[in-house]
């Protein structure tokens, strides 16, 4: 009974790709889970609390996958720009997926993208690793030893300073920190958004820059002082693929850097940037109100594991990157202490992995605009289509010709340009 639990369970979670009615199967999965663990119970009544956790997983899995499975379909359409209910969309599905995934890949990715990403990195993943061999232990016993031993080795070794350096110390290693900023010819400071503090009660209850948000602020004001460059600062409040809230809108990660910058550091902000979600779309925002200013040669700013995934996407949308830095954590002489679990090791080796793994995705989607090495200005297909960010720069040359002849035909010219730059007004 509980292989057939099992079998039942894994179905039931992937029935988003499969087209199964997700509101049959996990309710079987489960009732086959909870029969097969209550028969166990019955035949063994000294159960031990390891046997009585590998029995009811399966029947506990069959509860999460219904849930999950409709909040990865119906996000992987909103993604799509469809405001479509999933459960009216299930007998399709199949269909949309097969086809989409052969005219363009990247819509997987947005539906893979709706899964929490805890999912995949550490100490999530490492306890999935570990909970997966010990439901083969039952019945692979060398086999489940062999899986929960090798997840909590890597839990162990990935928790410790000196094991989260091997995923540091690669990323690091791709940049190096900026000698003499005045000389670097550049005609702004672009600073990055990283996580917020919600609700600070010293702060009046306002959002706040996170300790990595406020260490690239630190750096991004020394930067100013030093050249006298302007700032600009770019970060909305939603994610990668996801809208924020309506009532998360009003003041955003950039609004909070901005007051940061002005009130704590004494430094002045020119460009606010509030509409981007990820580090692709700070590029894309940050690049069309920059070019409206005439600024091509930047400063970027971000921790030296975001940098080089950060100048890519920089470079790719057309502007010469300045690389500045910051928060350099990777230290190869440690001691014996360092192969100690901590908290701080957990935490780097998490960043690192999010950054490798951000890494992969955007060379993917990258794959989807081949043009993008070639034109400094083409992004892969987003929200924010590419051609009106040149309309500003053809519109002046293009109203002159037409004047004297037709009246009606420069009109519309004039009137796209605003309607479909997404920029927001710079502050």
């Known amino acids: 009974m509980a292989p057939l ?8 979670a992937l029935t988003f790709w499969l087209a199964i009615p997700i509101f049959i199967l996990p309710p079987l999965a489960a009732y086959a889970g909870y029969r097969a663990y209550r028969t166990r119970r019955q035949q063994h009544p000294r159960m031990s609390g390891m046997q009585k956790v590998v029995w009811m997983l399966p029947m506990l899995l069959a509860m999460v996958a219904l849930p999950l499975a409709l909040y990865v379909l119906n996000t992987g359409y909103r993604t799509q720009g469809r405001q479509l209910d999933a459960l009216h969309k299930l007998r399709s599905t199949v269909a949309v997926i097969l086809t989409t995934a052969l005219r363009s890949p990247s819509i997987l990715l947005d539906i893979i993208n709706a899964l929490p990403r805890n999912l995949f990195l550490p100490p999530t993943s490492l306890y999935l690793i570990i909970a997966l061999g010990l439901v083969l232990w039952r019945f692979r016993p060398k086999a489940g030893r062999i899986v929960a031993g090798t997840g909590l080795a890597l839990l162990t070794f990935m928790s410790s300073n000196a094991g989260s350096s091997f995923l540091v ?14 000389n670097a010819g550049a005609e702004a400071i672009v600073v990055l958004a990283a996580g917020r503090l919600r609700s600070a009660g010293e702060y009046d209850n306002r959002d706040i820059p996170d300790h990595t948000a406020l260490a690239r602020l630190r750096y991004g004001a020394h930067l100013q002082r030093r050249t006298g460059l302007p700032i600009l600062v770019t970060g909305g409040n939603g994610g990668s693929g996801a809208d924020p809230a309506n009532i998360d809108m009003g003041y955003t990660k950039a609004d909070a850097m901005a007051r940061a910058l002005r009130e704590d550091f004494g430094v002045p902000v020119k460009w606010i940037e509030r509409r981007s979600r990820d580090t692709g779309e700070n590029a894309i925002y940050s690049n069309l109100m920059l070019r409206k200013a005439g600024v091509k040669r930047i400063l970027l700013v971000t921790d030296a594991m975001h940098m080089h995934r ?7 949308e057309g502007l010469e990157v300045v690389e500045a830095p910051t928060m350099f954590v990777y230290n190869p002489h440690y001691g014996f202490d360092a192969w100690l679990p901590s908290a701080e090791g957990m935490r780097r080796s998490w960043y690192a992995t999010y950054e490798l793994l951000g890494l992969a995705w955007y060379r993917i989607r990258d794959r989807e605009a081949p043009g993008a090495k070639q034109d400094p200005v083409a992004t892969p297909p987003r929200r924010v289509a590419l051609p009106p960010a040149l309309t500003p720069t053809l519109a002046p040359a293009l109203t002159p010709v037409p004047a004297p002849s037709t009246s009606p035909a420069p009109a519309p010219a004039p009137a796209k340009a605003p309607a479909t730059a997404p920029a927001p007004v710079a502050n």
Do not use: D, H
């Open 5 to 12: 639990s099992l079998a039942l369970t894994l179905l039931s």
């Open 169 to 182: 110390g690669p990323l690091e290693q791709l940049t190096k920190p900026l000698a003499r900023p005045e």
């Open 310 to 316: 950060a100048r890519n996407v920089f470079q790719r």
